[in-house]
């Protein structure tokens, strides 16, 4: 069963149904259910369906007796084939057999598909493989002549599709006719993948998972019934012998050549939990300043999930990065620097009781906030948003009239959300176990977000300040003076 991907869904019915042939990339991070959605799709339609997987770091021959072998089982009853020695031949084999006159009246007849399915085609491409220039030269004069065709490249690796596929510039340039990126799970998706598997939480202990492990299906997929949530993230992330305790290292080295810079650079910007800007990357960074390195790898931490890029409200240029891979978050916040003999089976209770674990869970609850910025906005009943960010000022700033001084101890706006209907609303993002309270203190630090905001700004534009917290927050007359919406846990998984 194929837990959510609805627009995914609708998508691949509209390719299937098309009366022409389709070439069709698909990307997404490591784990995430590309090869699942594709298999599970197909699987329920009629269609010739053939696959080939590539293998991380496998040799060209290596990668041909795969092909070898899922050809003999597809259209030679598995009668074993004689070794491949490249690419060109190999595509040669599969068009004779597509243009076949029994595969060709067989198809014709039923209306089926033949589905090429090159899964993990990053793989595939070794070194002088000629893959490319194979897959150009039959996609252009032969399978792209044929109706019924549907071609399917895939890898985790959307940097390399990109550049290599999508943005080609030779042969393959503008042939890719549908383009699909596959994300994590959200909340509510999370909660139907769980269910499916008889697990049925309480939603603030799906939260807790989410905050771990994301909505990556795989991670999931090791969530056991019976269990509470920090028993399981015990046991999948911080026993010894956890099955996601060398994660961080393989999804790094699955994704990237240079593994360890792009580690590197997703430490840095963890390291703050506002973001961190491009001039202080440069500055911490093995990259050199204003070179492509740095813009490369910045864009493909972002095509990958694991980072998201913004401009403060008010800014035109001046980008920011921030991480909201929660599975990343967790492991350089408890796992990169714990020793395996200090995990012991209480290691993570014993985690949820220091301060420390208060400050991650906010970092956390944030970067899966920015993921459910429309069941915010519906939480709200906001009718308009022309744009989501963040703002801040820091200390002294040197644009603001001395009469406003005083007002500047820097301020932060976690989330801010500004209207078409001449007003900005402030969110200020909060996770606690028991309902939120202001009291006359934080209503004061309220207050002078507002006024710094207003000072810094010259908005004319009416200022409401809002409040996303798991459990909601506690009806005083603080709350009631200052809050004009309260998004809870039951909203986010809307």
């Not at 910007?269 to 440069?282: F, P, T």
């Not at 204003?290 to 999930?305: A, I, M, Y």
């Not at 401009?311 to 035109?316: H, L, M, N, Q, S």
């Not at 001395?402 to 909060?430: H, W």
Request: charged share 25%; hydrophobic share 40%.
């Amino acid at each position: 069963m194929i837990i959510g991907r609805k627009t995914e869904l609708q998508r691949l019915e509209k390719i299937y149904k098309s009366k022409e042939a389709e070439f069709v990339v698909l990307y997404g991070r490591r784990r995430i259910g590309k090869t699942f959605l594709i298999r599970e799709f197909f699987k329920t339609k009629p269609a010739v369906f053939f696959q080939v997987t590539g293998s991380q770091k496998g040799t060209l021959k290596k990668q041909l007796a795969h092909f070898s072998e899922s050809f003999s089982q597809v259209f030679t009853e598995g009668a074993e084939m004689k070794p491949l020695e490249s690419w060109e031949e190999a595509f040669k084999t599969l068009t004779k057999f597509i243009e076949a006159r029994e595969i060709k009246e067989i198809t014709k007849k039923t209306e089926e598909k033949i589905v090429i399915f090159l899964d993990e085609l990053p793989w595939l491409a070794t070194a002088r493989s000629g893959i490319l220039e194979a897959l150009d030269y039959y996609w252009n004069h032969h399978w792209s002549r044929h109706s019924n065709i549907i071609l399917v490249v895939c890898g985790s690796s959307a940097s390399w599709l990109i550049k290599n596929i999508i943005y080609n510039s030779g042969g393959l340039h503008n042939r890719c006719t549908a383009e699909m990126k596959l994300s994590p799970f959200n909340l509510a998706e999370t909660e139907e993948f769980l269910r499916s598997r008889e697990i049925k939480l309480k939603r603030g202990q799906i939260l807790e998972l989410y905050m771990a492990l994301g909505g990556v299906p795989y991670y999931l997929s090791y969530v056991e019934k019976g269990l509470t949530a920090t028993e399981n993230i015990q046991k999948i992330l911080c026993d010894i012998n956890a099955p996601l305790l060398d994660e961080f290292t393989k999804l790094f080295k699955s994704l990237f050549k240079n593994a360890k810079a792009y580690q590197e650079l997703i430490k840095i910007i963890a390291s703050k939990k506002e973001g961190v800007d491009r001039v202080s990357l440069e500055e911490n960074s093995q990259c050199s300043p204003g070179g492509g390195r740095l813009s490369d790898q910045l864009e493909q931490l972002e095509q990958t999930n694991f980072i998201i890029s913004y401009t403060p409200w008010g800014k035109e240029r001046g980008a920011y990065y921030k991480v909201i891979d929660e599975f990343c978050l967790f492991y350089l916040s408890w796992l990169e620097s714990s020793k395996a003999k200090e995990r012991l089976a209480d290691f993570w209770a014993k985690q949820t009781q220091k301060p420390s674990y208060h400050v991650w869970a906010g970092y956390a609850f944030e970067a899966i906030c920015r993921k459910h910025i429309g069941q915010i906005i519906a939480g709200l009943n906001l009718k308009s948003a022309e744009s989501i960010s963040t703002w801040r000022v820091s200390k002294n700033k040197k644009n603001v009239e001395q009469e406003d001084l005083e007002l500047l101890a820097g301020a932060q706006i976690d989330l801010l959300i500004d209207r078409s209907d001449d007003a900005i609303t402030l969110c200020e993002i909060k996770y606690t176990q028991a309902p939120f309270v202001i009291d006359k203190a934080y209503a004061e630090v309220l207050k002078r977000k507002i006024d710094v905001f207003k000072a810094v700004t010259k908005t004319h534009k009416e200022i409401f300040m809002a409040l996303i917290s798991a459990n909601g927050v506690k009806e005083n007359k603080y709350s009631e003076d200052l809050i004009s919406g309260v998004v809870t846990l039951e909203a986010l998984f809307g």
